[in-house]
T-cell receptor, first 112, second 112 residues
Framework: AQSVTQLGSHVSVSEGALVLLRCNYS??????LFWYVQYPNQGLQLLLK??????LVKGINGFEAEFKKSETSFHLTKPSAHMSDAAEYFC??????????FGKGTRLSVIA | SQTIHQWPATLVQPVGSPLSLECTVE??????LYWYRQAAGRGLQLLFY??????ISSEVPQNLSASRPQDRQFILSSKKLLLSDSGFYLC???????????FGDGTRLSIL
């Protein structure tokens, strides 16, 4: 069965510093992978998706993620954090005929 | 463009009372529709999904039910709410199973 593990339920970075949010997945077939962002009391918004094309995927708001099959990872990065990036981030995996599975989320805090 | 509407935004209900949450999608036809529940620190739990009118798949057995009376309308119901039904309920749609899901703004349900 597919699964997603997000390492670190809470990550803090300084404004202007690199953002790295980790996601590892488990899937028996080539997966589709997604990153979503959620601001307080709102729904989830798609940041980016991997669908077996380029392994480096660029998304909105300056975020990008790299699919590494050998490491079964899909980490999310942004070169320079902005205060507005403070939110909760979810990694999700879709493979086979099973529904989309979400990780438990990582809350990102940005310190001025 | 496509939009998704979910209401109400907040709801406070006594234990044992009925529930009806509604979700509608505009600007697309025959979408896949989803209901999720989000509890703090536990990510998103898929409750129901639908690939067409009258077609409902349940992922978690509980006292909730879902219906899809029209192509772009998805309703989450309960005859008798439990304390454990408290949470943040999210509706989502996608153009297909492997397409990204797009979320509504959610309903925060508190059971007293």
């Amino acid at each position: 069965a597919q699964s997603v593990t997000q390492l670190g339920s809470h990550v803090s970075v300084s404004e202007g510093a690199l953002v790295l949010l980790r996601c590892n997945y488990s899937s028996s077939v080539p997966p589709y992978l997604f990153w979503y962002v959620q601001y307080p009391n709102q729904g989830l918004q798609l940041l980016l998706k991997y669908t077996s094309a380029a392994t480096l995927v660029k998304g909105i708001n300056g975020f990008e993620a790299e699919f590494k099959k050998s490491e079964t990872s899909f980490h999310l990065t942004k070169p320079s954090a902005h205060m507005s990036d403070a939110a909760e981030y979810f990694c999700a995996v879709l493979s086979g005929n099973t529904p989309l599975v979400f990780g438990k989320g990582t809350r990102l805090s940005v310190i001025a | 463009s496509q939009t998704i509407h979910q209401w109400p935004a907040t709801l406070v209900q006594p234990v044992g009372s009925p529930l009806s949450l509604e979700c509608t999608v505009e600007g697309t036809s025959n979408p896949n529709l989803y209901w999720y529940r989000q509890a703090a620190g536990r990510g998103l739990q898929l409750l129901f999904y639908s690939v067409g009118i009258g077609q409902i798949s349940s992922e978690v057995p509980q006292n909730l039910s879902a219906s899809r009376p029209q192509d772009r309308q998805f309703i989450l119901s309960s005859k008798k709410l439990l304390l454990s039904d408290s949470g943040f309920y999210l509706c989502a749609w996608s153009a297909g199973r492997v397409q990204p899901q797009h979320f509504g703004d959610g309903t925060r349900l508190s059971i007293l």
